[in-house]
């Protein structure tokens, strides 16, 4: 099956619904800075910058920026899988998404891909400017990395995200609210704004089991290692990521099917 | 491909649902919305499925367009199984599901159509050339909307964007639920000629669902009388007028306060075939519709029945069953 | 009809809308519960990276209860923004407003039949947001230094927020302005009315700024009676801010309404996407 015209489909979508509208796709891009502000605002109110650098060892504001960065990215790539059962089924898109030739599975994997466009967009917007603003080329380069590392980290967490979206659904009606829990966890896990080397045991080996968990630790060690960490560490790591995206393969690819399977014996809501 | 295009045998579904009681309770139910149902389509007809609501119109075409499960029976679209060859039967079907949901809102009805033709499996030039061809054939290029967004499309565009939909991999059967609910006149008639023109110079099997008799006369070579799951009468229009040939229709208006109005239509239900339906003419006066057979006995008998119940008649008419008679004949006058 | 059988008639509209929402949104979809879970996830997101800002002689309980108030003051922003501003639109978008206008009830039966639950949901929610506190830094200490001081916060606080609420809602309604921007303001207000931070602590500027909009002064208020912060104008001018300007904004904020309403009327409702 030829898979470009999938994603060209998905990429007019993506256009549409956010690149075309100016409001949205402004707010989108401002987000980076309102959550860098926001935190450092009330952070500075209930302790100090310096606090934090000594704590984290890393800039507050170049933290926060690549963090806001990382949290929008890989939300940008992974929520519209998360969300799609429960939105096609809203505005009745579901019956011709199944009713075609394209199986379920191949959509969902495939929707991430164009997506990787607003995480390009969001790098350029606000890591690269404030990257280069404070550390020149240095800074420049640490941020083209650090946008690669955010694409393969939405990338990575797309199968554990189709699992995910199928297996809330498969849960309960209303799995919306389900999945409003579910993604602010899943957040929290990643370790973007917190780092899991700081978490409770318990927390971080259940981080441990996001694929992407593993190269957002990469994002810090590439900040606080003044941008370079050990070949063996940022192996392992990338391994790990790649390793376990591959084993939620056949667990998100079972659980579309028996989410479908439950549609088709319900009926699929027209 | 083999003549026959649907073949439906004894197909079957239940549905479990809810009755609320009180503020958290609720008490399980099951609804049988198909009770065996058997029916064939051939390639160049349209077949109409006529019902009230509720009677498992939109239950058989769900079935058929592989998007519900049926408890028993089999069927069989463009000779494949929909259960077991799904994919399959996908690649033969266009179907219109509901005429206002099922787009993107923000992506204009060009481009809702390229998205949902690249997940039929065409792509390039000739999806954009085949989106070109349904956009003109379902009146959205004369209306010039192809490049409006979808979320700004008025009802009778919305249900011209769904058909075209339908058409754009040219599939074999078409599966059409209530294609012109909502429609004003002029948009529901031009999708009425496309439908049959579809049928009968491009030889589509299509099955078209609607509980407006007037317009199943109109489209249908054949029409399967559907009511509560079970098919009550199949035939053109013409076999299932003929199936009540020997009933009349009685149209009587009859003032209000004029004499004793219940005691008058327990003693017709004893004289009508079927039910009695009736409907209101302004404040004074009652149009009652029922059917009968061997019409000069029963006509001396309504007579009599009116007189000893006092009753004064505005007009009283005796003409031939309309479909809608049919229908009420077989499903007992409810709607 | 008679002024009280108008009122009679509005409380039993509003608490109509009351019992809907409560049996619709909270019991039968089980949003009550499930909420309350999503926003303390989502509370633990913004709180936990706070904490890496605390400098370690500083008492746990001193960070908690900043955290603690500036939450809570974010909190009752949105709940303007999204329970009683938003709501407006939501309800056009499913087709539920154009049906309140013809039965010729006022629309303010909405707002008023969802206050008591906006009222429970905030005290929930910062129930929750101290429990939060006090497992991942100290139990904030919250002791009123001044009861009628805070007790005038509180409701300088609530009439500001309404009449900002009036005014958002009957923009959005009447220009279709997409969920986007309203997310966009629902961040930037806080900060930049004073809500979040002492006005003490924000640079000179900004609390400029701050001051000329009538959100400063209720939170300004509020955190002075919880001995939080000093204030940045002499009391009596606080106090008499606090009372006028919450006051002429309400009135500004009602005629706005009326002005919008009217235009909505003349223009046609608006078609609106979902986001």
Partial sequence: ?270 | MSEEAVKVTKLAKKYLTKKRKGLLKSEKLVVEALRGVSFTVNYGEVVGLLGPNGAGKTTTIKILSTLLLPDSGEARVGGFDVVKEASKVRKLIGVMLSVEKGFYGKLTGRENLIYFGSLYGLSGADLRKRVDEVMELVGLSELEAEDKLYEEYSTGMKARLSLARALLKNPPILLLDEPTLGLDPMSARKVRDLVKSLALREGKAVIYTTHNMFEAELVCDRILLIDKGSIVASGTPEELKNKISDIKTVILQVRRESGNLNAFLSKLAEVAVGGVAMEELGVDYLEIKFNVRSVEESLSKVMRLLAEGGLTTNSFKVVEPTLEDVFIYFTGGKA | MSSFSRARLFMNSARTVFVSYVKAELLRSKGFFLGLISMSAWLAILMLPMTLFRDPRTPADTISTYMFIGIAIFQAYSVSTWDWGWELRDSLFRGVLENVIVSGSSIFVMYVGIIPITISWLMLSLGITYLMLSVLVAPPSLQVADPALFTLGLISLAVVLFAYAMILGSTLISSGTSGAVVEFISWILPIATGGITPLANLPPSMRFIALLTPFSYPAELLRHSLGLASLVLPEEVMLVASVLYPTAFLAFGYFYFKIQLRKLLKEGVKTVSLW
Wanted: charged content about 10%; overall charge neutral.
């Fill in chain 1, 1 to 270: 099956m030829n898979v470009l015209p999938l994603i060209k489909s998905e990429m007019l979508l993506v256009y549409g619904e956010l690149l075309r509208r100016r409001q949205a796709l402004f707010t989108y891009v401002a987000y980076p800075y309102i959550m860098t502000f926001f935190i450092i605002f009330v952070g500075s109110s209930v302790g100090s910058l310096e606090n934090f650098e000594v704590r984290v060892g890393v800039n507050p504001f170049l933290f926060f920026i690549a963090a806001s960065f990382n949290f929008l990215a890989i939300l940008g790539i992974v929520d519209d899988v998360l969300w799609s059962p429960i939105y096609d089924d809203n505005i009745g898109t579901l019956p011709y998404v199944l009713s075609s030739t394209t199986p379920w599975f191949l959509r969902l994997l495939i929707i991430p891909i164009p997506r990787l466009v607003l995480t390009i967009i969001l790098g350029f917007t606000s890591l690269v400017p404030l990257f280069t603003y404070f550390e020149g080329v240095e800074g420049f380069l640490t941020s083209l990395l650090l946008m690669g590392l955010a694409c393969l980290a939405g990338l990575l967490l797309s199968t554990f995200a189709i699992f995910l979206a199928c297996g809330v659904s498969m849960l309960m009606g209303e799995s919306w609210r389900l999945l409003n829990i579910v993604r602010p966890l899943m957040m929290i896990l990643l370790g973007i704004y917190y780092p899991r080397v700081l978490m409770p045991f318990t927390i971080r080996v259940i981080s441990y089991l996001l694929p992407s968990s593993h190269i957002v630790d990469l994002t810090l060690y590439t900040l606080v290692g003044g941008g370079t960490p050990e070949v063996l560490t940022v192996l392992t790591m990338l391994g790990l990521g790649i390793a376990l995206a591959i084993a939620y393969g056949p667990l998100s690819y079972g659980s579309t099917k028996s989410l479908e399977m439950k549609k088709l014996r319900e009926g699929v809501k027209t």
